[in-house]
T-cell receptor, first 117, second 112 residues
Framework: DGGITQSPKYLFRKEGQNVTLSCEQN?????MYWYRQDPGQGLRLIYY???????QKGDIAEGYSVSREKKESFPLTVTSAQKNPTAFYLC????????????????FGPGTRLTVL | AQSVTQLGSHVSVSEGALVLLRCNYS??????LFWYVQYPNQGLQLLLK??????LVKGINGFEAEFKKSETSFHLTKPSAHMSDAAEYFC??????????FGQGTELSVKP
């Protein structure tokens, strides 16, 4: 079955440590996204990538970094510069319009809940 | 600025009652609109989408939404709420710039 996997489901880290969240998709989608979700604040876009080896900052990129070396993978690193990293992180993918997608319907992974102690 | 607004962060209904979740979009957002549902500690699942054609869109789990251009609205409805409908619901619009614009979400509670 095609889909998006995020691992791990729950992640605990000590303050000041970098941590990398995994996102893998086998939907053959070109575009991938990272969102942060906090209670009462909806989804906020961290980074997105429409093609391999290219990515753009979203609305809240400070303290985060990404790479897109493979079409299937879009890992997110939460660095020690992120002042409040405890949150629920969601990864998504889509076929962007620039590659023939009619509209940007995004498919989501199950999420990773990061808690910084 | 392009925006999607959901009216009401929390909605509570009784089981069997009508569910109405409101969503308005700014006229600058192209008319590609989506409703997603999120159950606790899970990702988002697509309920339904409006792209072109019929303005009344039917989705999964008995939900439907009507695109009203004159009102810039895309409200989500279900005739009879079930306990399993309790979740958070997000309205989103495609800005055709590579990103979806999400509303703030509406948490639906269903009382027995």
């Amino acid at each position: 079955d095609g889909g998006i996997t995020q691992s791990p489901k729950y992640l605990f880290r000590k303050e000041g440590q970098n941590v990398t969240l995994s996102c893998e998709q086998n939907l053959n989608h070109d575009a991938m996204y990272w969102y942060r979700q906090d209670p009462g604040q909806g989804l906020r876009l961290i980074y997105y990538s429409q093609i391999v080896n290219d990515f753009q900052k979203g609305d809240i990129a400070e303290g985060y970094s990404v790479s897109r070396e493979k079409k299937e993978s879009f890992p997110l690193t939460v660095t020690s510069a992120q002042k409040n990293p405890t949150a629920f992180y969601l990864c998504a993918s889509s076929i962007p319009m620039v590659f023939g997608g009619p509209y940007n319907e995004q498919f989501f992974g199950p999420g990773t809940r990061l808690t910084v102690l | 600025a392009q925006s999607v607004t959901q009216l009401g962060s929390h909605v509570s209904v009784s089981e069997g009652a009508l569910v109405l979740l409101r969503c308005n979009y700014s006229s600058s957002v192209p008319p590609y609109l989506f409703w997603y549902v999120q159950y606790p500690n899970q990702g988002l699942q697509l309920l339904l989408k409006y792209t072109t054609g019929a303005t009344l869109v039917k989705g999964i789990n008995g939900f439907e939404a009507e695109f009203k251009k004159s009102e810039t609205s895309f409200h989500l409805t279900k005739p009879s709420a079930h306990m399993s409908d309790a979740a958070e619901y997000f309205c989103a619009g495609d800005n055709q710039g590579g990103k979806l614009i999400f509303g703030q979400g509406t948490e639906l509670s269903v009382k027995p």
